[in-house]
């Protein structure tokens, strides 16, 4: 019976590893919308992984490992194809001007995948930082994954907020900001609540409340879900840039 429980949260946990498989291959075929919808879903196996490993009470040493690995894929190596992808189809015009002027071009097109690297910095770092127990240090992998998949499935779409992303070094640009964001030494809030007391989760609380009001004025303006996503993940790192500011006052 034990074997059984212990096998729950791995099996969650293989799912959300399958799904950033599929994720990489539509990215790599240009099927975006494909793509983004596989990264989401590995985010909310992710999720019930660990939900499921706190309810049954299941850890083990071999699903942290599990998770580690599968969260590499989904949300390192996924993202980073998502935008390998997004930067070919804009240089596609650079890249078919023969072997001498496309290879330069060609080779720029892999750049994102230093996403891939930080994010494997990133996991790493987690597993063996004991500070990172009830808060992260960087952007968690998940948050970045999704924020990149939000971004680009507004840009093939023509959203007027990733309008930025059509052009080719913009997606350099924004390769590196995120890959020092996964580093970096920013102390960023977790959404773990210790109970349901105001004075014990001020922070996860009102920033709830911020997202639901994010979420009604994107209702309002009809600007669509995956706008206020993307506004929601913005709004998260530039609230953990303020109270880490106000804290190392």
């Known amino acids: 019976m034990k074997l059984i429980v212990h096998a729950i949260p791995?099996?969650?946990t293989a799912l959300n590893l399958l799904a950033g498989c599929i994720a990489?291959?539509?990215?790599?075929?240009?099927?975006?919308?494909f793509a983004v919808y596989c990264i989401f879903a590995a985010a909310v196996f992710d999720f019930c992984d660990g939900l499921s490993a706190r309810l049954l009470k299941a850890y083990s040493a071999l699903g942290k490992?599990?998770?580690?690995?599968?969260d590499m894929v989904s949300f390192g190596i996924a993202p980073a194809a998502?935008?390998?992808n997004k930067l070919n189809v804009l240089l596609s015009d650079k890249i078919t001007g023969g072997f001498d002027s496309g290879l330069i071009w060609e080779l720029w097109t892999f750049f994102p995948f230093i996403i891939?690297?930080?994010?494997?910095?990133?996991?790493?770092?987690?597993n063996i930082d004991a500070r990172q127990s009830n808060s992260f240090i960087g952007l968690p992998t998940p948050a970045n994954a999704l924020l990149i998949a939000v971004?680009?499935?507004l840009s093939v779409h023509g959203h007027w907020l990733a309008a930025w992303m059509e052009q080719w070094y913009s997606i350099i640009i924004l390769s590196v900001l995120l890959s020092a964001l996964l580093v970096c030494n920013l102390p960023m809030f977790a959404l773990k609540f210790q109970n349901l007391r105001w004075s014990d989760n001020k922070i996860p609380f009102v920033f709830i409340l911020l997202c639901l009001l994010i979420v009604s004025c994107t209702l309002i303006f009809r600007q669509?879900?995956?706008f206020a996503i993307a506004v929601i993940f913005l709004t998260y790192i530039f609230c953990s840039f303020i109270l880490s500011l106000f804290r190392k006052k």
């Open 10 to 12: 791995n099996t969650i």
């Open 224 to 226: 669509g879900i995956l």
């Open 116 to 126: 891939a690297v930080f994010s494997a910095l990133r996991l790493a770092k987690f």
């Open 151 to 153: 971004l680009v499935s």
């Open 24 to 33: 990489i291959v539509f990215a790599l075929r240009g099927w975006t919308d």
């Open 82 to 84: 998502l935008l390998h």
């Open 65 to 70: 490992q599990l998770d580690s690995l599968a």
